[in-house]
T-cell receptor, first 112, second 114 residues
Framework: QKEVEQDPGPLSVPEGAIVSLNCTYSNSAFQYFMWYRQYSRKGPELLMYTYSSGNKEDGRFTAQVDKSSKYISLFIRDSQPSDSATYLCAMSAKAAGNKLTFGGGTRVLVKP | SAVISQKPSRDICQRGTSLTIQCQVDSQVTMMFWYRQQPGQSLTLIATANQGSEATYESGFVIDKFPISRPNLTFSTLTVSNMSPEDSSIYLC???????????FGAGTRLSVL
């Protein structure tokens, strides 16, 4: 079993819909949680960063962390075709320094 | 966030040759990382490059195959040695910064080995 599980998709939604992404993990030591967006032929771009449990909102993006369930989510409101990309969750534990463990990524397609 | 430049952006190489990938950052950073991303896959950490010390390699990656240099706080190189078609992948460098467990990535080097 992988340390971080993420549905590979693809997830296809109409423009304007809410995109819901999630990851589950097994390592209870993870404290730092990130979402990256990766366009084709580009490097990952940091979208959201959350420390420990709770919610964080930034524009159309909301990240949620539920440490008790070992479950994190990313919501994209009012989705646009430009949101079509692969979304990667990543997380790390304080004891591991800055090493990140990535999920497999979910491919999202927003159709106009 | 740091601005990270990777060179080359892509290359096509012959089996048995070596390729050195460069990673330049616009500010001084303590830790730099090298990842491999195989087609349709997520990122796998190859090694952590610390200035002034040997790189720390992850399980399954060895220095003879992926030698790394880190001569200063803004630059690192990764060499893919004695390449085979199985080495065809995207290689990414990243840096950590801001006192948080966050990493910022370069655009990657797309390598094809024939």
């Amino acid at each position: 079993q992988k340390e971080v599980e993420q549905d590979p998709g693809p997830l296809s939604v109409p423009e304007g819909a809410i995109v819901s992404l999630n990851c589950t993990y097994s390592n209870s030591a993870f404290q730092y949680f990130m979402w990256y967006r990766q366009y084709s032929r580009k490097g990952p771009e940091l979208l959201m960063y959350t420390y420990s449990s709770g919610n964080k909102e930034d524009g159309r993006f909301t990240a949620q962390v539920d440490k008790s369930s070992k479950y994190i989510s990313l919501f994209i409101r009012d989705s646009q075709p430009s949101d079509s990309a692969t979304y990667l969750c990543a997380m790390s534990a304080k004891a591991a320094g800055n090493k990140l463990t990535f999920g497999g990524g979910t491919r999202v397609l927003v159709k106009p | 966030s740091a601005v990270i430049s990777q060179k080359p952006s892509r290359d096509i190489c012959q089996r048995g040759t070596s390729l050195t990938i460069q990673c330049q950052v616009d500010s001084q950073v303590t830790m730099m990382f090298w990842y491999r991303q195989q087609p349709g896959q997520s990122l796998t950490l190859i090694a952590t490059a610390n200035q002034g010390s040997e790189a720390t390699y992850e399980s399954g990656f060895v220095i003879d195959k992926f030698p790394i240099s880190r001569p200063n706080l803004t630059f690192s190189t990764l060499t893919v040695s004695n390449m085979s078609p199985e080495d065809s992948s995207i290689y990414l460098c990243s840096v950590s910064g801001g006192g948080k467990n966050i990493q910022y990535f370069g655009a990657g080097t797309r390598l094809s080995v024939l």
